[in-house]
């Protein structure tokens, strides 16, 4: 009898790139939002990939509804799961975790310490704690921290930079030396299908094999999109006006994420698979 793979959130660009890609499992989906965690039913059922939670939204919500959703959600399912007899727990964590960055030589790997300055970090790390005690030889559990996602039909920070790359006459982006860590969606694939393959327990960083600067982003992306448009390096007064406005886009663009997630690329023998930055968002804005 065929087992199943059962996804909790695939209504997100994450579980919509994950029923696409990973053909080679016979997944089942399960709505969260009109069911509840004690009418699942896990018979046949050999892994749960958790991805359904809030993250960071325009609009205020409330620090508790943040844990509702992203911790006590998860960990209810997760002790159902290991009720019924599921062998294997994927939770889809978050970069976040270890807090906001903004060093150049402050690098992240999967023994630092987390330090969460928000409630969408600071709720998945509860998560995590909460689950991995669940944990043991016939319990399995992965926690997969991906960075900043980018791929096809993605929106936000890279869709609105596409944007600006198209319309601006002059692009203000030139000479930014920050790291940041980024994994295209192909990659965040790559990682997942290791785990369900190896079924390997701990800790494990999404990321693409190198960090990137804001310039080599843009650099790259009007590459992409070809546009041949010329880079400038805004003042830093005008920098500093935007850090005050807008403080989180400013973090993005100028700000430092620096992640080493060669540990988790060596343990899941992915290297050699992983495609780089060019390759991500040729196949992110291929028409």
Known sequence: MSEFIVIIG??????????????????????IKNDTISSLNLENVNT?????????????I????????????????AKEAKIQGVKHFVFFSTIKVYGDGGYD????NEKSICKPTDSYGKSKLDAEKRINSLADEIFKVSIIRPSMVYGKGVKANMLLLSKLIQKLPLIPFGNIKNKRAMVSIDNLMITL???LNKKETGVYLACDRKVVSTTQLVE???????RNKKLIKL?????????????????????????DASATHS?????????DLETGLKKAFER
């Open 220 to 226: 790259t992306l009007m590459k992409i999109l070809e």
């Open 267 to 275: 343990r899941l023998q992915i290297n050699e698979k992983l495609i």
């Open 105 to 108: 030589d402050l690098v992240y």
């Open 10 to 31: 695939t209504e997100s660009f994450i579980g919509n790139h994950i029923l696409k890609n990973l053909i080679d499992y016979n997944f089942k989906e399960f709505d």
């Open 235 to 259: 003042p830093i007064f005008i920098q500093f006006l935007i850090k005050f406005i807008f403080p989180h886009q400013s973090r993005r663009l100028f700000g430092s994420f620096n992640v």
């Open 48 to 60: 749960i990939i958790h991805l359904a939670a809030i993250v960071h939204q325009t609009k205020s």
């Open 193 to 195: 299908d290791a785990i």
């Open 62 to 77: 409330l620090n508790s509804e943040y844990f509702r959703v992203n911790s006590d959600l998860a960990f209810e399912t």
